[in-house]
């Protein structure tokens, strides 16, 4: 088989890293890729934008393609699932309608709300006076959410009515990107888990559940990121809490696309909060793979990915064996540029990978490029990863192998995992 993986993250390295693991897979193309798809055996970067869809369909039919891995949300939400599907080619990821439940936070609230799947009381407003009126009679903390796209950032745990309201006012000015809605809602309080499943539009399957760690600072402090590290199995998604998850949302949400006349085929990702109690909300969805809950998902899977995928596509899920997964624990921390998520500089020199590597780390690059040496070319830079038997193990070969590593500015949490530790 030869796949082309669109994107140049670090979701985009461990989906290149995991698919030419497999035998059937010859080659594996990436669009644009990154420095550290750049260094994989049989893959080639392809000097291409991800919303350059003619040229990446150009491309995929002059290699026989045979399937297309779509990666960001950006181009599923744009349609570039729909544009190469019309040129015959097999494409792993949603089309444009199914990708607005990312795209847009009020569609898929309201198809939470029609579907009655568990989540966080809300109102939507399209100007700022009545968003501001809203919060003045409502109890702190609460959340103030931008309805469109915004890589991670455009969501604000409010704890004072100054903080709501200047982020009311920032989303309606279009710091976020589009600023035509905004969403205020309850702050629901307990531990993050991502659920990532796998659907080709009629079954769903979920993968291992996940946890986040999304704020910048030590202890979930500061503003929110596209994610610091992350972990998994996450302990807190219990055998019957993903029983309950399969039955309240991953099931419901499939047969509500289905009514609405969507056929969606790739990932579902449900961002929950569960309380102390055990009860959980939808927080949001998004229609791809997480960043970086990929980098410790697919380092435990044991059963082919591309299969997996293809499954999908070709709309026979139903008929797979059950997923097989390796024993133990996966970690991953980022090491980001110095001022991420604010204004930061890329074009840093980095070094000790090779040595992070050795110290049994795996190294997927999120944010850089090869230009006879490797540089910083993002906000998030790198996800150095450990896989062991237990989480210590896992989190202490991911901060050895952090440690041997360096360029001007790097910044990582040393915390992450600590809701597993001890």
Not at 52 to 81: K, M, Y
Not at 316 to 322: C, F, I, K, S, T
Not at 384 to 403: C, D, H, K
Request: with cysteine; glycine share 12%; net charge negative.
């Amino acid at each position: 088989m030869k796949i082309l993986v669109v994107g140049s993250g670090g979701r985009e390295h461990a989906l290149a890293w995991k698919l030419l693991q497999s035998s059937q897979v010859e080659q594996v193309f990436c669009v644009p890729g990154n420095g550290g798809t750049a260094g994989l055996n049989r893959c080639e970067n392809i000097s291409k934008s991800v919303d350059d869809f003619e040229g990446i369909g150009n491309f995929a039919l002059n290699e026989a393609i045979n399937l297309v891995v779509v990666g960001p949300e950006v181009p599923l939400a744009q349609g570039i699932t729909d544009y190469l599907q019309s040129l015959g080619l097999k494409v792993f990821g949603p089309n444009k309608a199914g990708a607005q439940i990312e795209a847009s936070k009020v569609w898929a609230k309201t198809l939470m709300q029609e579907a009655k799947i568990p989540t966080a009381n809300s109102a939507v407003f399209n100007r700022a006076a009545p968003a501001k009126s809203y919060i003045k009679d409502h109890e702190l903390p609460i959340v103030i959410k931008a309805d469109g796209l915004a890589a991670g950032k455009g969501v604000t745990v409010a704890t004072t009515r100054n903080q709501a309201v200047e982020a009311v006012e920032a989303v309606f000015r279009g710091q976020f990107g589009a600023g035509e809605f905004v969403i205020v809602e309850e702050c629901l309080i307990g531990q993050e888990v991502s659920v990532l499943a796998l659907t080709d539009g009629l079954t769903i399957r979920p993968l291992l559940p996940a946890q986040d760690h999304k704020r910048i600072g030590e202890g979930d402090t500061g503003e929110n990121t596209g994610g610091m590290g992350a972990y998994a199995p996450a302990p807190i998604a219990t055998v019957n809490l993903m029983e309950r998850v399969q039955k309240q949302v991953l099931d419901r949400t499939i047969n509500a696309l289905r009514a609405r006349n969507i056929d969606y085929r790739g990932v579902l990702y449900a961002g929950l909060m569960i309380n102390p109690s055990g009860e959980f909300k939808v927080l949001e969805f998004n229609c791809r793979f997480g960043d970086p809950e990929t980098q410790v998902i697919l380092p435990l899977l044991e059963t082919p990915l591309e299969e997996l995928m293809l499954a999908c596509v070709e709309q026979r899920l139903e008929q797979m064996p059950p997923i097989e997964w390796k024993q133990g624990a996966c970690a991953t921390v980022v090491a980001a540029s110095g001022g991420y998520p604010g204004v930061y500089e890329t074009g840093k020199v980095i070094t000790g990978i090779a040595h992070a590597e050795a110290a049994g780390a795996t190294v997927f690059h999120a944010g850089t490029t090869l230009n006879q040496q490797l540089i910083t070319d993002g906000g998030r830079v790198l996800n150095v990863t450990g896989m062991g038997e237990n989480f210590e193990q896992a989190l202490r070969l991911a901060y050895a192998g952090i440690e041997q590593i360096n360029f001007e500015g790097m910044y990582y949490r040393r915390d992450i995992g600590y809701q597993v530790k001890g």
